[in-house]
């Protein structure tokens, strides 16, 4: 991991209302001052550059079947070992890779955009609140199972016929675990703006006359971020997990379109046998999440408006 | 406030007859069905039959309003009945509501179900708060520190593995090669005295270890992130230089403030306390509410999860006003009316 | 079968044959632990007929008659099996009669009569019951009580094969006293009765806790003093097949553990902790792929897969039909997914050795890459630069779908690289069991309505005559909307030919002529590829080694002879 010695925040005084470009720069410049945003920026990258260009350089196809190299521990051939098929484990960590990670980003995008719409939106503007939050009441109620068979039998067969197989089942993915997570972060915004709105710079910015959208975008939305991001990241982790779980419902991808919950979720029987089969997948995930966490933790600290105004 | 409470009360009214309903149609638009489980040898003439006998014949309407008619009256005077042994009116004839596998009254089934759904994963919520804030407190107050970052890469960890994968693993270790714990949960078991006590205790611990972990990891993240938020405001600096001392500034006005965004997470955590962790449940047997639900949705028991997921979804719109009424003690700034 | 099979298989049975010499006395071996990864719903099995239930309550209540680990039909409650030979059947095969065994008492104490038999049949015909049995009970016209001991049981036509009604773990006889208030439509309100049937079975409910866990204990009225040897019985429910394995196997917590869906493998595993063996039994399950004789063209709209559609663009090519058998190893499939509990097959009747052709084995069993592409290539089917056969614009790409299940799935993965290996693509698909097979009209997903080019899953039939189960690929079954999508003849096979047949075989009461008939049916539908048969499945479970008396049943419950099971001192 990191070096855990800075124990203070860098505080480079930002020379306020420049040009963009200078801001960004700003903002590098705290980012980079960062040590675990840092590391976890090149963990991250390393894992994407693994998952797009990996394929090129391990070219075993992860769906080639061998049954008789079936179950086998790491070797030079096979690097992560083989599943019970005999298919080699690094190109299906390599592929799923693919899968789950844009399934995680996409639809934790699509879940933070709802929640924190809808959290702003109720948080800020009084009239609203009600009726958005007892929208979200009924989706926090809603039983996700039954919920996820009724959208997979009317809009499936919609979206394979528009799309092709597999796109149509990322779109149908993605929005499920989209439409089916924002909630929560929706309750965590609004709690935030509802203590933000009733301080004194929310008031002083108000009665200066400044647009409602612009003290949203200027004044509340950089004070929620530290939460958003939080969101962010655990968003990703159950995004990549609630994908194995609807593979494993045969609710999601097909059965031969390796994802890195379902390497996990179909692992953990050979956890005695090949345990090589449950560390990697396992690994990963938890490498993607703990590096961007890192990443958020480090955008929060380079964003943070205490930070920046002074 | 107190208006406000009110007023959120019976605005939750209506709010549970709408969800009720969405809920009944959903179910009902599910494709899923009471006879899929069945051996195919069952001929098709005999499944329809099965089904007409479970009142799947009657029109959808038909069977909603007869649902809120057992739910909230058939049953509450059973409850009533059983409470104070009273008799009232013909309370023979009085239709409860039938789970369709089991044919026996969903209320026994969920009451059944709630010792072993408290015990295992009502404590393990607890546990969970218990560990995070003191966790995310230390971790943000001494950010990047050692303990900041193994209480990160401990809590990612947490939280990117699955439960699925932790409890097969600590039951190999743990039951398989040491043979500390058992793998199954007993239901059976009656705590009567220090010995069954003690097999309890021994029976719970990794189902709620599991659990915990799984709890805390994520309440810790919010703690550290609103701590953080907090120990930056000017306020903190001004009690500072007024001399109050770091661990009032601490636990008093940085705790106190930064709960807002705690207090969300765990109202929205309590209610699934309810529903239960449907996959623990299934790794150690511990036949929860959870693994009720999942029985129940797996074999489209409609009267079971209809039932179930609306005290569901009650929880739910209580525990979200119970946290929008502390963020109004919490902060007393925040007005609703 | 494999040696090691037959090994495992020799070795149980000489346990067991030493298990019953060293029986003591009832009660004197403690609990006996069951597990059932699918928790079980209630004991009435007239009331759910899931296996599960159908199992657990064999404990309690019996049938007149059961089928033993070979078949055969033993007598339980009766004096003998009742045939035409000596007199128990009449001649014009109209009735027949059961001879009550005189002393059986009820667990609560009262004698067990006719009546009892008499009652159980008006309760599960009762209208408004919805019994799950009920076809236990087709064509029975009448069942009266002659005497106290003497039933005698009357068919609405003539019925060759008359043992269904009292046959059997799926149509136990329940007390009349117990559930005389629970008939038809208050049929579900009897909890009590439901959750605790009274019966004449070695073990008597204590406990029953839906979804969970039963709690039994001795029967003190069973008719064998001695028996059963355990004093009281946990059978405990939920959870997953694998760890139900782990919990007999390698921590031994439990004693048995039925239906071990687990890759071969992970129990080889699990054995070397020494504390469990594995039980097969074969039945009359098969793993097949269905082949779709009609379009399955989704811009067919309402038509699609149906005989309205037209027949298949390409399946309805015989070439391609036994192309597709012919490119599969089922050995391979054996192996990866079934292990103990499965053989290969070209059988959709693969049991009992009577009725089981071999005809088809010599080309079938034997994997013919070569072979398959030789035929499809003098048919026409072209590869293109895709490596997928083509003819006329058609592509030999096929939706291949299946319920969840992650041995089902492996399965369709292998099945797709072998047809891959002769220019033939896959699209995999599964949908949910409960929705697979749930026979929702309005889900696009079930197995009767077939939007699907081929698809798998298993099929059997109950007891050991096949005439039922041939009789569901007639013309007349074929699913539609018209009827709801109830048919059975799922891959919308017809053939007249093959309906004459079926007719005659109910005409006819001959045993060895029942057998001829019975195979040829099965030879033409594998020769005409209405499906592909793949394994011939057979139930797995997992025993302590501590346990003795365990004889595998496929035909009956497999806790069928629990009365007989006690503990190795």
Known sequence: ?????????????????????????????????????????????????????????????????????????????????????????????????????????????????????????????????????????????????????????????????????????????????????????????????????????????????????????????????????????????????????????????????????????????????????????????????????????????????????R | ??????????????????????????????????????????????????????????????????????????????????????????????????????RSPVVDLIVQRLPQTLWVIGLAYVFGILIAIPIGVVSAYKQYSIFDQIGTFISMVGYSVPTFFTGVVLIVVFSSYLQWFPSVYDTNLQVTGFESFFAQMRQMVLPVAVLALYNASQITRFVRASMLDNLHQDYVRTARAKGVKEKTVLLVHVLRNSLIPVVTVIALGVPTIFSGAIITEQIFRVNGLGQLLITAIQGADIPLVQTLTFIFAVLIVLFNLIADVLYGILDPRIRYD | MNKFKLLLVGTTAALASFGSVAHAARGSDGDLKILFWQAVSTLNPYLSGGTKEVYSSSMVIEPLARYNENGELVPTLVTEIPTVDNGGVAKDLLSMTWKLKSDVKWSDGSPFTADDVVFTWKYCTAPDGGCAQKAQYEGVKNVEAI??????????????????????????????????????????????ANFGPIGTGPFVVKEFKPNDVIT???????????????????????????????????????????????????????????????????????????????????????????????????????????????????????????????????????????VASTKNDAWCFKQDIEGANKLLDDAGWKKGSDGIRAKNGVKLNFLYSTSTNSVRQATQELVKDMWSQIGVGAELRNASASVFFGGDPASPDTFQKFYADVEMYTNNFDGTDPEKYLAEWLCDKIPAPANGWQGQNIPRYCNPAYDKKVAELSKTAEPAKRHELSKELNDMLTEEGAHIPLVHRGSLSADSVKLEGVKMNAWDSELWNVADWSRKK
């Open chain 1, 1 to 309: 991991m990191t070096d855990a010695t800075s124990t203070t925040i860098p505080a480079e005084p930002a020379k306020a209302a420049t040009p963009t470009t200078s801001a960004l720069r700003d903002i590098w410049k705290q980012f980079s001052a960062h040590k675990g945003g840092v590391a976890g920026l090149i963990v991250f990258v390393f894992i994407v550059l693994a998952v797009y260009v990996g394929p090129y350089i391990h070219t075993v196809a992860p769906n080639q079947i061998n049954i008789r190299d079936k179950n086998q521990w790491p070797s030079m051939a096979h690097p992560f070992g083989t599943d019970n098929l005999g298919k080699d484990m690094l190109a299906q960590v390599l592929a799923g890779g693919k899968t789950s990670l844009a399934v995680g980003f996409t639809a934790m995008l699509l879940a933070l955009f709802l929640g924190t719409l809808v959290g702003v939106v109720s948080g800020y503007f009084r009239r609203l609140d009600g009726p958005l939050m007892r929208l979200t009441d009924l989706f926090l109620a809603l039983p996700l199972l039954p919920l996820l068979l009724v959208i997979i039998m009317l809009f499936r067969d919609t979206l394979r016929a528009a799309f092709g197989p597999e796109t149509g089942i990322f779109i149908l993915v993605v929005a499920v675990i989209g439409v089916t997570s924002w909630m929560h972060t929706a309750r965590i915004v609004r709690g935030d703006v509802l203590a933000i709105k009733s301080q004194e710079f929310i008031l002083a910015a108000k009665s200066s006359g400044m647009r409602e959208y612009r003290i949203v975008l200027r004044h509340i939305l950089p004070n929620v971020l530290s939460s958003i991001m939080v969101s962010a990241t655990l968003g990703i982790a159950s995004a990549i997990i609630t994908e194995s779980a609807l593979s494993f419902l045969g609710l999601g991808f097909p059965s031969d379109y390796p994802t890195w919950g379902r390497l996990l979720f179909d692992g953990v029987n050979f956890l005695q046998l090949t345990p090589s089969r449950v560390l990697w997948p396992g690994l990963i995930i938890s490498a993607t999440v703990i590096s961007i966490n890192y990443v958020g933790d480090a955008i929060r600290d380079a964003l943070d408006p205490r930070s920046l105004k």
């Open chain 2, 1 to 102: 406030m107190f208006t406000y409470t009110l007023r959120r009360l019976f605005f939750a009214i209506p709010t549970l007859l709408v969800i009720s309903f969405v809920i009944f149609a959903l179910l009902d638009l599910a494709p899923n069905d009471p006879t899929g489980d069945l051996p195919l040898t069952i001929p098709p003439e005999v499944r329809e039959q099965i089904k007409a006998s479970l009142g799947l014949d009657q029109p959808f309407f038909f069977r909603y309003m007869a649902w809120l008619h057992q739910f909230f009256i058939n049953e509450p005077l059973n409850i009533l009945e059983a409470l104070t042994g009273w008799h009232i009116g013909d309370d023979q004839d009085r239709v409860r509501i039938l789970s369709w596998a089991t």
């Open chain 3, 147 to 192: 005497d106290k001991s003497t039933v005698k049981v009357s068919f609405s036509e003539q019925k060759p094969y008359p043992y269904s009604a009292f046959v059997g773990a799926q149509s136990p006889i329940i007390q009349a006293a117990q559930f005389k208030d629970c008939v038809g439509a208050k049929a579900p309100g009897c909890t009590s």
């Open chain 3, 216 to 354: 039994f204990v001795a029967n003190p009225n069973y008719r064998d003093p001695n028996k059963p040897a355990f004093a009281t019985a946990t059978l405990k429910g939920g959870g997953d097949a694998a760890s139900a394995a782990r919990a007999v196997l390698e921590t031994g917590e439990y004693d048995y553990a039925w239906n071990m869906q687990v890759e071969p493998e992970v129990l080889a595993t699990m054995l070397k902790a020494g504390k469990g063996k594995l039980e097969t039994a074969f039945g009359t399950q098969v793993e097949r792929i269905n082949l779709n004789w009609t379009n399955a063209d989704p811009k067919l709209g309402d038509k699609r897969s149906t005989t309205a559609a037209g027949p298949h663009p390409s399946l309805s090519d015989p070439a391609v039909r036994k192309a597709l058998s012919m490119a599969i190893d089922r050995q391979v499939i054996v192996d990866a997914g079934y292990g103990a509990a499965g053989k290969p097959t070209c059988n959709i009747v693969p049991a009992p050795a009577a």
